[in-house]
């Protein structure tokens, strides 16, 4: 499957879609829930209430496409949509 809004580049995840499109939003939250490393970013810096969501990780940084993830760590599922 290929997501045209979520790649791996040099071991990070650049996401760059539409959160508004279900698929994009659910990407976010699966990866989200499957990343050990998930840490709810502070209160001023939530985007979505109530939500795990990479939007709402404080490992996330944005940019003008989207942001990009600054925590490695393997997720096969992660990895097979980004081919």
Known sequence: MNNSYLKLVNGLKLFSGNAELPEVFETTVSVAKNCPDFRLDVEDEIVYENVTTCYNCRYRRWNPE????YKQFPNPSLEEKSR
């Not at 989207?66 to 993830?69: A, D, E």
Request: aromatic share 24%; net charge neutral.
């Open 66 to 69: 989207g942001f990009t993830c």
